[in-house]
């Protein structure tokens, strides 16, 4: 099979689970909440409705993303990944600000704050323990793609988790008579809301402006290159950062004096290690300079 058909089978299957389990946990959070009257609750059965609608706008990247290069995008679409996730950053801040925003007025209207029922200190246990096996699910099977958008989509599930602790901790004050920790609890919701949203943006963004690979890979790079037969030394390297995949450029010196057809052999075993030795790399540029002794 096809290695991007098997990358997006698994994308897929994973985020429609994700889906399905984000659908009935934001019902029983959001249902728990106002029988229970935990704001935090509610809040956080927010939060995971905020994750169906980020689940769908993955889903729509990665099968857009995921479609060979054309006429017209001679480089492939998987750039459309990293707007997907500058969406999910975006989507996250307004989801924080909302959440945060409810809790500021609770503070400053006390007649609005209630002491939460005990069933809610159970429904924000389970929610903790089922985001985080999300978070995991979708982040093993982000690494094992390369999908940038469903990295994004699992660091959304480890906030919502996160979220989870945090309105744990504001019922369970509430109900030890600090009911005003509750809606406090939705303000740190919002701060960890916005750290998720900010992490998600920045990655995206560097994978637009044309980011370099760490120095580490470089490092590596460089020593798989210098190994090769022929390939005096190397003159430049650049990496670039193509949403899940990466772009190199590759300048080598090699001995002036060898035929074209042997300088081209040798820019060829630098391009095919490069490619076959770093996962993620999807296109490999080697040029030749000349060297005389």
């Known amino acids: 099979m096809d290695k991007t058909l098997e990358n997006k089978q698994i994308a897929m299957k994973v985020s429609w689970w994700s889906m399905i389990v984000n659908i009935l946990l934001s019902i029983v959070k959001v249902a728990v909440g106002l029988f229970a009257m935990s704001s935090a609750l509610i809040s956080d059965g927010v939060h995971s409705l905020s994750d169906v609608f980020s689940t769908v706008a993955v889903m729509v990247g990665i099968n857009v993303s995921s479609k060979k290069s054309d006429k017209e995008h001679r480089y492939g679409h998987e750039r459309l990944e990293c ?15 909302g959440i945060g925003y409810d809790g500021i007025l609770k503070i400053v209207n006390h007649t609005q704050i209630s002491t939460p029922g005990s069933i809610a200190l159970y429904i924000a246990i389970l929610s903790v323990v089922t985001k985080e096996v999300m978070f995991r699910v979708t982040m093993n099977a982000g690494k094992k793609t390369g999908s940038t958008a469903l990295m994004a989509d699992a660091w ?17 004050g509430a ?3 600090y009911p005003i920790l509750d809606p406090i609890a939705c303000i740190v919701i919002c701060i960890l809301i916005f750290k998720a949203a900010f992490d998600i943006g920045k990655d995206s963004v560097d994978k637009v402006v044309d980011k370099s690979c760490d120095e580490q890979t470089i490092k590596e790079m460089k020593e798989v290159i210098l190994n090769i037969d022929g390939v005096y030394s190397i003159k430049d390297i650049k990496t670039r950062l193509f949403a899940s995949k990466k ?3 590759i300048i080598i010196y090699v001995n002036g004096e060898i035929s074209v057809a042997e300088g081209h052999h040798i820019a060829m075993n630098v391009h095919e290690a490069i490619e076959t030795e770093f996962e993620g790399v999807k296109h490999c540029m080697v040029h030749v300079d000349p060297i005389f002794f």
């Open 247 to 249: 772009y190199v450029d």
């Open 83 to 97: 707007v997907v996730g500058m969406y999910l950053s975006a989507f996250l801040a307004v989801i924080g600000a």
């Open 175 to 177: 109900r030890l008579g």
């Open 156 to 172: 959304h599930h480890r906030s919502d988790a996160l979220s989870s602790i945090g309105s744990f901790i504001g019922i369970l």
